[in-house]
């Protein structure tokens, strides 16, 4: 079974620093690039950062840019997020996600077709 | 940066009806990087929709997408029980990397 597991979330004060977990299994981890994204309690979606396949091609939304860090280990099947610095608005649950991808003649299709069921981070004094 | 604006924000129908929900973004938009979710409560999101138009592996036929440049919609014919949920368009590709819409509340009537 294609599955994603992420870990590591929980209580921290403002400034703190947290380190994501997320274990895949059922597919080729090395194959494919993977997001973090995250949803604040009762709001939408809010992407935060990609690592492709090799861990050479890295982004960040603006909003954890300098202070989150994605990583990856395909040795070991699995995606990290370190977060620093944290501040009261991360607060949200993180979901890790597959990049799942299509290619047909000349096109190219992206999306996220495999999710984690997510793990909460609380930013709280 | 791309803005994805989904309406309306609920829609309020009965089983067996039809549902339209759209999705305009500020900018042009590369149908093939057009994506719908689904997100049902305590849930993670689920792909529906990819390239604007594909369905995912598993999804109904029921559901369908359509549209291109900054306009696109998300058709559910004979609403079921359980597609009452959140649902969420995102477009890959511009900075930054993927946004999503705020969503639309399918709810029962």
């Known amino acids: 079974e294609v599955q994603l597991v992420e870990s590591g979330g929980g209580l921290v004060q403002p400034g703190g620093s947290l380190r994501l977990s997320c274990a895949a299994s059922?597919?080729?981890?090395?194959?494919?690039?993977m997001n973090w994204v995250r949803q604040v309690p009762g709001k939408g979606l809010e992407w935060v950062s990609y690592?492709?396949?090799?861990?050479?091609?890295?982004y960040y939304a603006d909003s954890v840019k300098g202070r989150f860090t994605i990583s990856r280990d395909n040795a070991e099947k699995s995606l990290y997020l370190l977060m620093d610095s944290l501040r009261a608005e991360d607060t949200a649950v993180y979901y890790c996600a597959r990049e799942g991808y299509r290619y047909d003649s000349s096109y190219a299709y992206y999306y996220m077709d495999v999710w984690g069921k997510g793990t909460t981070v609380t930013v709280s004094s | 940066e791309i803005v994805l604006t989904q309406s309306p924000g609920t829609l309020s129908l009965s089983p067996g009806e039809r549902a339209t929900l759209s999705c305009r973004a500020s900018?042009?938009?590369?149908?093939?990087?057009l994506v719908w979710y689904q997100q049902k409560p305590g849930q993670a999101p689920r792909l529906l929709i990819y390239g604007a138009s594909s369905r995912a592996t598993g999804i109904p036929d029921r559901f369908s997408g359509s549209g291109s440049g900054t306009e696109f919609t998300l058709t559910i014919t004979r609403l079921e029980p359980e597609d009452f949920a959140l649902y969420y368009c995102q477009q890959y590709g511009s900075s930054p990397l993927y946004t999503f819409g705020q969503g639309t509340k399918l709810e029962i009537k």
């Open positions: 900018q042009r938009v590369n149908s093939n990087f």
């Open positions: 690592i492709s396949s090799s861990g050479s091609t890295i």
């Open positions: 059922g597919f080729t981890f090395s194959s494919y690039s």
